[in-house]
């Protein structure tokens, strides 16, 4: 079965604090995508970025950073020297069976206290 | 600007009627989605279509319908048999997939409450 898993239901730091939001998969396909969701209290998703399944090289962008390991099916994202402005829901999604399908973790939800 | 609009943001029904959300993109995406999410949950999908004239039900169909016409439009329509219709409804698109995985583009979505 293709699911998503995001163990932390809520996350609390202190302004300036590192935190790293876990992303665990599973999908019997050899080629899959998967991305990064954060929803402000606004309420619309944006995108924050896309990996696809042939390349495990970690990103950065800025203070943003993802991890992704085959070998232990997850997908990690660390926010560093962390800002109010980061308090949101972030989701994780795989897409799989030839890009037809999209599976959403719960999410997690971060606050960022100053 | 490219992108997904829905509308209206806020709506409020009384028990026992129809209503119906918009979603429109000129983002020339074949594929677009409808989601639920309730206060501190993730996105439940309603419904899906891949290519004008064709949906399939998502996770929660019952006591949705929707109508996929035009490429640009997938409205979807909360009818009388949906028992706990208060939520927060988001529309999606994508391309299609095939040789394509890009990301879903979500538009702001639309909160129902029902009176």
């Known amino acids: 079965a293709q699911k998503v898993t995001q163990a932390q239901t809520e996350i609390s730091v202190v302004e300036k604090e590192d935190v790293t939001l876990d992303c665990v998969y599973e999908?019997?396909?050899?080629?899959?995508?998967l991305f990064w969701y954060k929803q402000p209290p606004s309420g619309e998703l944006v995108f924050l970025i896309r990996r696809n399944s042939f390349d495990e090289q970690n990103e950065i962008s800025g203070r943003y950073s993802w991890n992704f390991q085959k070998s232990t099916s997850s997908f990690n994202f660390t926010i560093t020297a962390s800002q109010v402005v980061d308090s949101a829901v972030y989701f994780c999604?795989?897409?799989?069976?030839?890009?037809?399908?999209?599976?959403f973790g719960p999410g997690t939800r971060l606050s960022v206290l100053p | 600007d490219g992108g997904i609009t829905q509308s209206p943001k806020y709506l409020f029904r009384k028990e026992g009627q129809n209503v119906t959300l918009s979603c429109e993109q000129n983002?020339?995406?074949?594929?677009m989605y409808w989601y639920r999410q309730d206060p501190g949950q993730g996105l439940r999908l309603i419904y899906y279509s891949q290519i004008v004239n064709d949906f399939q039900k998502g996770d929660i169909a019952e006591g949705y319908s929707v109508s996929r016409e035009k490429k640009e439009s997938f409205p979807l329509t909360v009818t009388s048999a949906q028992k706990n219709p208060t939520a927060f409804y988001l529309c999606?698109?994508?391309?299609?997939?095939?040789?394509?995985?890009?990301?879903?583009?979500f538009g702001p979505g639309t909160r129902l409450t029902v009176l």
């Open positions: 999908t019997r396909d050899t080629t899959y995508y």
């Open positions: 999604a795989l897409r799989y069976n030839y890009g037809q399908n999209f599976v």
């Open positions: 983002l020339n995406h074949d594929a």
């Open positions: 999606a698109s994508s391309d299609a997939g095939g040789s394509s995985y890009n990301e879903q583009f």
